[in-house]
């Protein structure tokens, strides 16, 4: 099978794509050329390279004939983020290629209104920010398209992904390293909201299975769309006193209001804690279980340690007495 992916030299494509080649597909990467993967597979050595800017190239209207020349029977998105970039890939793939496999996002649900969110259901509000809107749409016409009898289509939905190589969003909801140092440290750490508020984390490497599973299972996915996070979310409060426990500390929360917090906190850092707790998000995955077999090996909390220990590892954070 030849498989086509946009964007796989990046943190899904670096699991993603090793995966694929182990499992006999022909595969084509198209990305920018400005990056490698973050992780070093030898299955890379067998995957065909093709440099594209897509952005430059949808303005120009070619980058669906870039990607339909290539003869795949599936192709993978893991990099559109607008609707209109979503639409004329379908648009020109449609009776060319077999299965179109979109990565969106968690943040196509705004604030929830019950929990865990299913697919489906009226379990949040709609999203107010420009990437959770094109998201949302995105899905909504690729279900639209399938049903319709056009493309096959499935989209997946992580939550906030990390791995190796990826600063994980931190227990405040934002990727400000100075928590890490402050909890490790023993140092107190100023808390908005409730402490109450969740996460829902994924590891890059089971979204690539639960990109693997679809394209195996492409009957069973035609037309979907699937949460794929943790089998468990994090609060704020319960993922600050396990990061505590990795270095040996109790955790010191002071609780705090918005506007405080926004005084002792850079405004990109307090706005970016804001979008994710306001949300608080936990998901269910049965679906994705039910219908793809997806199985994530790794919770929510051996994901982030693994992100914090590559990094300490590279020297891109410093923290006190690591695990």
Not at 30 to 50: A, K
Request: hydrophobic share 35%; charged share 25%; glycine share 10%.
């Amino acid at each position: 099978m030849k498989t086509v992916v946009i964007g796989g030299s990046g943190h899904i494509g670096s699991f993603l794509v090793p995966r694929l080649v182990r499992a006999g597909h022909e595969v084509v990467n198209i990305s920018r050329g400005t990056s490698t993967p973050y992780t070093d597979s030898p299955e890379w050595q067998q995957v065909r390279q093709v440099a594209a800017d897509r952005e430059q190239e949808d303005r120009a209207g070619t980058f669906g004939d870039r990607v339909a020349e290539l003869g795949a029977d599936v192709v993978v998105d893991l990099v559109c983020f607008t609707l209109d970039s979503a639409t004329a890939l379908v648009n020109r793939l449609r009776g060319e290629v077999g299965h179109l496999l979109h990565c969106g996002s968690i943040w196509r649900y705004g604030e929830s209104l019950k929990l865990p969110l299913a697919e489906g259901l009226d379990s949040a509000l709609e999203p107010t920010d420009e990437y959770g809107i094109q998201k949302r749409d995105i899905a909504r016409m690729l279900k639209e398209e399938t049903a319709s009898g056009g493309l096959v289509t499935t989209s997946l939905h992580p939550g906030h992904i990390v791995g190796p190589g990826w600063h994980p969003v931190g227990p405040l909801g934002n990727f400000d390293p100075t928590v890490w140092q402050k909890i490790s440290g023993g140092q107190t750490v100023l808390m908005p909201g409730s402490g109450a508020e969740m996460m829902h984390h994924v590891h890059a490497d089971d979204l690539a299975q639960a990109f693997e599973k679809a394209i195996d299972r492409r009957d069973a996915a035609a037309g979907e769309d699937f949460n794929i996070v943790a089998p468990t979310a994090l609060s704020v409060r319960g993922y600050a006193r396990i990061a505590a426990s990795w270095f040996g500390q109790e955790p010191h929360l002071e609780t705090v209001g918005w506007d405080e917090f926004r005084r002792t906190s850079t405004p990109e850092h307090a706005d970016t804690s804001w979008a994710h707790l306001s949300r608080n998000h936990c998901l269910t995955i049965e679906k994705a279980k039910s219908l793809l077999g997806y199985a994530p090996r790794y919770e929510p909390e051996q994901a982030v340690h693994e992100s914090l220990r590559w990094l300490v590892d590279h020297g891109q954070l410093k923290v006190s007495s690591p695990d």
